[in-house]
């Protein structure tokens, strides 16, 4: 891998129970409206970082943040 520079975390994935409340709570803390607006995932893209809300923790049944 000679010549590449770390990239650091992009994608966070958040499990959350209610996703209109997380996402209405994550537009007010971010400042910006989702990009992707679903009712099975709300994402957000700030200053290259992707944040995702998924409901109940998905099909992969996720119980804390997966970056």
Known sequence: ?????PQGIKTVLHPVSDLAKAK???AA??????QT?????VGFEAEGQ???LVPG???QGMTSPVA
């Open 1 to 5: 891998m000679t010549g590449s520079s």
């Open 29 to 34: 803390l971010l400042g910006i409206a989702p």
């Open 50 to 52: 992707h944040i995702g």
């Open 24 to 26: 209405a709570v994550y």
């Open 37 to 41: 607006d679903s009712p099975y995932y």
């Open 57 to 59: 923790g998905g099909p």
